[in-house]
């Protein structure tokens, strides 16, 4: 359970830094799954959308829902101030590692 916990709390810092790194800041989705698998870093939809969902409730991170047609949608992450104070270890967030920005 700890393990499962720290590799949560990993993948959370990654999805902020994988947003630092982009100069608008923001994502979709899919986008940022695929960051994680050239990056050598497995994760698949429903894990990548729970910790985005977390971010999203400690103010790390904005989403925004693009409706493309009937039943399918475009979900945008946007990295808030929050969440780069998190990322620069400013601000500690339960649940997503302490972790210093090279």
Same mark, same amino acid.
């Given at each position: 359970?700890?393990?499962?916990?720290?590799?949560?709390?990993?993948?959370?810092?990654?999805?902020?830094?994988?947003? $630092?790194?982009?100069?608008?800041?923001?994502?979709? $989705?899919?986008?940022?799954?695929?960051?994680?698998?050239?990056?050598?870093?497995?994760?698949?939809?429903?894990?990548?959308?729970?910790?985005?969902?977390?971010?999203?409730?400690?103010?790390?991170?904005?989403?925004?829902?693009?409706?493309?047609?009937?039943?399918?949608?475009?979900?945008?992450? $946007?990295?808030?101030?929050?969440?780069?104070?998190?990322?620069?270890?400013?601000?500690?967030?339960?649940?997503?590692?302490?972790?210093?920005?090279?």
């Amino acid at each position: 359970m700890i393990y499962h916990n720290e590799a949560a709390a990993e993948r959370r810092w990654r999805v902020l830094d994988f947003l $630092e790194m982009i100069p608008c800041h923001s994502l979709n $989705e899919d986008v940022l799954r695929s960051m994680f698998r050239r990056s050598g870093f497995w994760t698949d939809v429903d894990t990548l959308r729970s910790d985005i969902r977390h971010l999203e409730q400690h103010h790390c991170v904005t989403l925004t829902r693009f409706n493309l047609r009937e039943a399918r949608y475009l979900l945008v992450v $946007e990295l808030t101030a929050e969440g780069q104070q998190a990322w620069r270890c400013e601000r500690t967030i339960p649940g997503v590692a302490d972790r210093k920005p090279l």
